[in-house]
């Protein structure tokens, strides 16, 4: 198969095309697969996405840069990006995902747009695969949502909850600490309705509150990503 | 404060000495602060030591690197490091922090390093910053242990539990979909002790068992790392 059209359109022509062709290689094709050079791209991704938002953002504290990095590395994206590519065109896949639509899987399509990325970095630099990652992230990168991104975690969390209809989290002081000079705050958030308590420490109440809200952000965003695609009943605290 | 010892034990000379300081000013002590500097740190960290990984362990499978760099880039293996630099000696604290012993604290000093790791990158290159991250890593890098990390994610978990003495997993088969060719196993892991039950899909009945295995891996261990470091009363699936 020519890679050409894909190299057009990703900007970069491999010295050893070997690499893209396992890149494009599902693990349903049985060995060598794309997964070791997923392992790599994922951490180029990130890498680069950082220093993107790092330099361009220098007014953005690391809460918002958090939230802004997420968005644009999460599967949607990236399987947006993949079909763009069009991907599925150069997939392989063994018989049972082929038959089963493996190739429009927006998992395995963001996966293996990560290999891809892995594959950049070993045929060339980093500075080579960030120059194609910010290509294909340009449309991503110019419509970042800042306003959104870059709420503090207590208002995030409130419209999180207003867009699902679920009633506002409460915030409970559980107990104060130290002397009046070094006092510390222990913040319990509790969102009745969906079961959830968490509790952080700060020096103010604020600072524990929104420590708090980031924690009941981070169980309600990861029980409903991808990450977390089965049934999970139950979830208990079980310390060692 | 002079910088000198510390330069000397990361071996690197800083330029612009604004960054180590920046690097070693926590929160608490106000603006400007470190959390944007380690959020840089911890993506140049992450890349750094995947590189290494990748490289060293051409035979290790992406779940073994994934286990590899997860022990490595730990709070507790950074927090390590730290000490060794004698980090504590340098931190500016607030004075809250400062008088409850904020200066030995773990999350404190791993941030910081990662911190540290981000000014290095800013003030030279990747490469420069990842020659002083190998040299702060050469103990750990040497005694990975190889072979409890590459093990497979049912046998894992096994050993977890036993270690905890909690009865071994049950592996259920909750649904086999598509024709005798192309068949989907849905399988169900049940660690009734802990409450727990994680369900995965694969093309094979022991590639969903291996899934499954490692999401229950993921929150045994998660309820315990220092990442979800308070109480998580309860904790239920909400699909949006």
Same mark, same amino acid.
Do not use: W
């Given at each position: 198969m020519?890679?050409?059209?894909?190299?057009?359109?990703?900007?970069?022509?491999?010295?050893?095309?070997?690499?893209?062709?396992?890149?494009?290689?599902?693990?349903?094709?049985?060995?060598?697969?794309?997964?070791?050079?997923?392992?790599?791209?994922? $951490?180029?991704?990130?890498?680069?996405?950082? /220093?993107?938002?790092?330099?361009?953002?220098?007014?953005?504290?690391?809460?918002?840069? $958090?939230?802004?990095?997420?968005?644009?590395?999460?599967?949607n994206?990236?399987?947006?990006?993949?079909?763009?590519?069009?991907?599925?065109?150069?997939?392989? @896949?063994?018989?049972?995902?082929?038959?089963?639509?493996?190739?429009?899987?927006?998992?395995?399509?963001?996966?293996?747009?990560?290999?891809?990325? *892995?594959?950049?970095?070993?045929?060339?630099?980093?500075?080579?695969?960030? /120059?194609?990652?910010?290509?294909?992230?340009?449309?991503?990168?110019?419509?970042?949502?800042?306003?959104?991104?870059?709420?503090?975690?207590? &208002?995030?969390?409130?419209?999180?909850?207003?867009?699902?209809?679920?009633?506002?989290?409460?915030?409970?002081?559980?107990?104060?600490?130290?002397?009046a000079?070094?006092?510390?705050?222990?913040?319990?958030?509790?969102?009745s309705e @969906?079961?959830?308590?968490?509790?952080?420490? *700060?020096?103010?109440?604020?600072?524990?509150?929104?420590?708090?809200?980031?924690?009941?952000?981070?169980?309600?965003?990861? $029980?409903? &990503?991808?990450?977390?695609?089965?049934?999970?009943?139950?979830?208990?605290?079980?310390?060692?």
């Amino acid at each position: 198969m020519s890679f050409l059209e894909l190299e057009r359109s990703l900007g970069y022509k491999f010295r050893n095309s070997n690499l893209l062709e396992l890149a494009l290689t599902h693990r349903s094709n049985g060995s060598p697969h794309n997964e070791r050079l997923e392992f790599l791209g994922d $951490s180029v991704l990130n890498f680069a996405i950082t /220093i993107f938002l790092f330099e361009k953002y220098s007014d953005v504290d690391e809460g918002g840069l $958090s939230r802004l990095r997420a968005s644009l590395v999460q599967q949607n994206s990236l399987a947006t990006i993949a079909s763009e590519l069009n991907l599925s065109r150069y997939l392989k @896949l063994g018989e049972g995902e082929l038959k089963s639509g493996g190739c429009n899987r927006p998992s395995i399509l963001a996966d293996c747009l990560e290999a891809i990325f *892995g594959a950049i970095f070993k045929d060339s630099s980093f500075n080579e695969v960030k /120059i194609v990652i910010e290509k294909q992230f340009v449309k991503l990168l110019n419509n970042l949502d800042l306003k959104t991104m870059c709420k503090d975690a207590k &208002s995030l969390l409130q419209e999180l909850l207003q867009s699902r209809k679920i009633s506002l989290p409460r915030y409970l002081i559980v107990n104060i600490n130290g002397a009046a000079h070094n006092q510390r705050f222990e913040i319990e958030c509790v969102i009745s309705e @969906l079961n959830i308590k968490t509790k952080s420490v *700060g020096d103010t109440r604020r600072a524990a509150e929104q420590s708090a809200a980031k924690m009941a952000i981070d169980i309600i965003t990861s $029980s409903n &990503s991808n990450y977390l695609d089965f049934n999970l009943y139950n979830y208990k605290s079980i310390k060692a």
